[in-house]
């Protein structure tokens, strides 16, 4: 099968010839003709299998077939990077149709967004802005036909579920829906039964890291994490790498020690400018920056392929967070790795994650790193540093930090499952 097969109108296929595509992914091969012969679909699937395009392609072919003037199509998106990237698809797909995509979000001045919704045909939104413009009464939806909400389950996570509800309950109710989601918690298998009729399920894959993916564990006390992630990236040769955190400050707090230690690094968390998250996505994108330090909600939406290094500096709140973060890399054929940092209150979770997974995850201590030491060791390793900019302002040449045992590096959990360490301020989520 390739996209000939979809009969596209004539200046979509333009648009599919000219971004080179030529055979579907398996989502889009499954659920393109359902939603061409309008049925509404319950799409799951992971980050990265090309579902964006999946509905992208059917939106821009039903609006050429008929021509009509004002906003048709409605796609709703978690965060305002995922919002812009499927922006981005509809003008590159939609490049011969003249077919008008505005995105709104919050963050940016909301009278350019009045002004372009005038002209709009497909709006691809956030849902507080959106609900923003619905109030102030700056966005017609009598002509809508087509509704996507985009990653649910991650726009459950983020409390919007009850936004979204806002929305639907003022949108007109003769149209196609489309619902895509990487995992299905009962809330969001409440959400398809209150908003699909008759619904096409469309599901792609299992609930597992890609076979890409080389994923394991590392043992460490709280207050040793940041030793040991410069530790590892000390030693490993590495091409860019995406750290998780579990809060907005500890994001801030370890991208600002990493660029201390020398190593190009930017912050992306929820707290930040529209323009400075938008300068920090792109400075990893184009590799002036090697490590982008971020957290679940703000790392939602990235699509970069070149990821070469996951790396979970807090567990996961979820095993399906767990697939999510370290699916980052391992993508589109390429190899990847994905290092999670496990303390003794995390024992929990780990065994949450082997039980989705249907397999114990490899379990690593590093043989030249101190897990007795009680004070956190800031400074990185002797040696090769692939990801160094420049080398910090001292005088003589970094130490390393000296190895124990397997034993040794295990002996700080104690019987109740509780580290000796510890714990760092957490922050705010």
């Given amino acids: 099968m390739n996209f000939k097969t979809f009969n596209f109108h004539p200046r979509v296929a333009a648009g599919v010839v000219a971004a080179g595509y ?3 992914t398996p989502i889009q091969a499954r659920a393109i003709p359902q939603v061409l012969d309008n049925h509404d679909i319950m799409g799951v699937a992971q980050t990265g299998t090309g579902k964006t395009a999946a509905f ?4 821009l072919h039903r609006l050429m077939a008929k021509k009509s003037k004002g906003v048709r199509a409605l796609i709703m998106a978690p965060t305002r990077e995922l919002a812009e990237q499927i922006h981005q698809a509809i003008e590159v797909l939609g ?5 008008k995509s505005v995105t709104v979000y919050g963050g940016v001045g909301i009278h350019p967004q009045i002004e372009n919704l005038k002209h709009a045909h497909i709006v691809v939104a956030c849902p507080g802005r959106l609900l923003d413009h619905m109030n102030r009464k700056t ?4 002509r ?3 509704l996507v909400v985009d990653e649910a389950d991650q726009m459950f996570d983020m409390g919007f579920l009850p936004d979204i509800r806002r929305i639907l309950a003022r949108l007109p109710k003769k149209r196609q829906t489309l619902l895509f989601s990487a995992t299905m918690p009962p809330e ?3 959400l398809e039964g209150d908003i699909l009729i008759n619904p096409s399920m469309v599901q792609i894959g299992a609930v597992a890291p890609a076979e890409t993916v080389r994923h394991a564990l590392y043992p460490v006390p709280h207050h040793l994490k940041t030793a040991l992630l410069l530790k590892l990236l000390g030693d490993t040769v590495v091409k860019s790498v995406l750290v998780f955190t579990r809060t907005k400050y500890r994001a801030k707090s370890l991208g600002k020690k990493l660029v201390s230690a020398g190593y190009p690094c930017a912050s992306l968390q929820g707290n930040l400018s529209q323009g400075r998250r938008q300068a920090a996505l792109e400075g990893f994108r184009d590799g ?4 982008l330090v971020a957290t679940d909600i703000a790392a939602r939406g990235i ?3 070149r990821v070469s290094h996951v790396i979970n500096y807090d567990i996961p709140s979820t095993p399906e967070a767990y697939i999510h973060r370290i699916g980052r890399t391992g993508r589109a054929t390429r190899s990847g790795e994905a290092f999670t940092f496990m303390t003794g209150e995390d024992k929990g979770m780990v065994r949450a994650i082997n039980r989705i997974l249907d397999a114990s995850i490899e379990q690593r201590t590093v043989t030249d790193f101190d897990y007795g030491a009680t004070v956190p060791t800031a400074t990185p390793n002797k040696g090769t540093r692939p990801l160094r900019r420049r080398q910090p302002k001292k005088k003589g040449p970094a130490k390393g930090i000296r190895g124990r045992t397997q034993r040794g590096a295990l002996s700080w959990f104690s019987k109740s499952g509780e580290s000796s360490g510890p714990r760092e301020n957490m922050g705010t989520a």
């Fill in 22 to 24: 030529v055979d579907p």
């Fill in 56 to 59: 992208v392609l059917p939106i």
């Fill in 95 to 99: 490049r011969e149709t003249h077919v």
């Fill in 139 to 142: 966005v017609d939806f009598s």
């Fill in 144 to 146: 809508l036909e087509m």
């Fill in 188 to 190: 969001i298998r409440r």
């Fill in 288 to 291: 002036t920056y090697k490590i």
């Fill in 303 to 305: 699509d970069i392929t």
